[in-house]
């Protein structure tokens, strides 16, 4: 069995539209350790979703795999069918949505649904069912578990249900854990607790997790290694200690300076000039280039390869390449330092 629990190998995934064809995962590869957690970034309309989507095929019927394949804990799933994957979501791998009230169904009670996740994957009984059901109650944090297995999801505030929604995750003890904007609906303090929950539950029951935000702070929070995505490709892969303290690709400067404890001296946010391209017709060349205020002619021709950095660190940038000049980020390593040191302590 291979030692990787997740491998994409020259992924592709594109959608079929009236305007033409959507190129929104392109050429991906990435890998993923048994209790390791990885974070996905990027703008909306990156890829970031779709390609997680794709692997678990939770897509739309005009969406396809273009090319290359998927690997979960060694077994290729590329061509599986519906009837193949039923058996694997939940068991194998489950995900966990922005929006906990479109995971829950509002109508019944808590644990009910988490009771009813673990009887379709597994060869138990009721009362064995509901046992460990109250079971995952606790684990995920929520006080009172035999009384609140009874209630229903409008009884619980925004950050409890993306608890319950949790639950039902891990109901069936999943090897790997989609995470998409797990936090993103939530305020400061709750999202907090829920990224301790993240670490706290990878540290218990040993599980790989894809954390997917918008947010490089959140991420760096949880994350082992970080991968940037931009127009449907992994732009920079690398350590979040490395993506924090060492960011090579410009578009990575970009969402590093645009978190909020790296604003302007007045007090204004840092934001990236210009859209994403548009994925129907992506342009030749760097995708970015258009918005890179450090492009190089050759950016707007060919594609970038992915220069090694380090054994860990990778970035698709041409000022990597050893005829480019020279250009230090522009992020204020202080700054990123004292944020880094704040965020990890």
């Known amino acids: 069995m291979s030692e990787n629990l997740l491998e994409l190998k020259d992924y592709s995934v594109s959608f079929n539209t009236p305007k033409g064809e959507v190129?929104?995962?392109?050429?991906?590869?990435?890998?993923l350790k048994p209790g390791e957690i990885l974070g996905v970034v990027g703008e909306s309309g990156c890829g970031k979703t779709v390609m997680c989507k794709s692997v678990m095929k939770l897509m739309p019927k005009n969406a396809f795999i273009k090319s290359g394949s998927v690997k979960v804990q060694g077994e290729d799933i590329t061509s599986y069918k519906e009837r193949d994957m039923r058996p694997l979501r939940g068991k194998r791998f489950a995900m966990v949505f922005q929006d906990p009230m479109t995971s829950l169904n509002p109508t019944i009670p808590i644990g009910k649904q988490i009771t009813e996740s673990i009887l379709k994957h597994e060869k138990v009984s009721t009362d064995e069912a509901k046992r460990r059901a109250i079971e995952m109650l606790d684990l995920v944090g929520i006080k009172?578990?035999?009384?609140?297995?009874?209630?229903?999801?409008?009884?619980?505030?925004?950050?409890?249900?993306?608890?319950c929604v949790l639950a039902v995750a891990l109901a069936s003890k999943p090897e790997l854990l989609f995470a998409d904007e797990a936090t993103t609906a939530l305020d400061v303090t709750v999202e907090e607790k829920i990224l301790n929950l993240l670490l706290d539950i990878r540290e218990r029951l040993g599980i790989g997790m894809v954390f997917i935000s918008h947010d490089l702070g959140a991420v760096a929070r949880v994350a082992d290694r970080v991968a940037v995505m931009y127009a449907g490709k992994i732009v920079e892969i690398g350590t979040a200690e490395e993506i924090y303290y060492d960011p090579?690709?410009?578009?990575?400067?970009?969402l590093l300076s645009s978190l909020p404890a790296l604003a302007r001296k007045d007090g204004e946010l840092n934001f990236i000039h210009g859209m994403p391209p548009s994925l129907i017709d992506p342009p030749p060349g760097d995708a970015f280039a258009e918005r890179n205020k450090y492009a190089l002619a050759i950016d707007y021709e060919k594609e970038p390869p992915m220069f090694q950095i380090s054994e860990t660190h990778s970035a698709a940038t041409w000022l990597l390449d050893e005829r480019a000049p020279r250009v230090v980020s522009p992020v204020n390593l202080k700054k990123r330092s004292a944020l880094w040191q704040q965020i990890r302590s």
């Open 23 to 31: 190129e929104a995962v392109r050429n991906v590869n990435l890998e």
């Open 144 to 163: 009172d578990p035999n009384e609140r297995f009874k209630l229903q999801p409008h009884f619980f505030s925004g950050g409890m249900r993306q608890r």
């Open 248 to 254: 090579r690709h410009p578009y990575t400067w970009g």
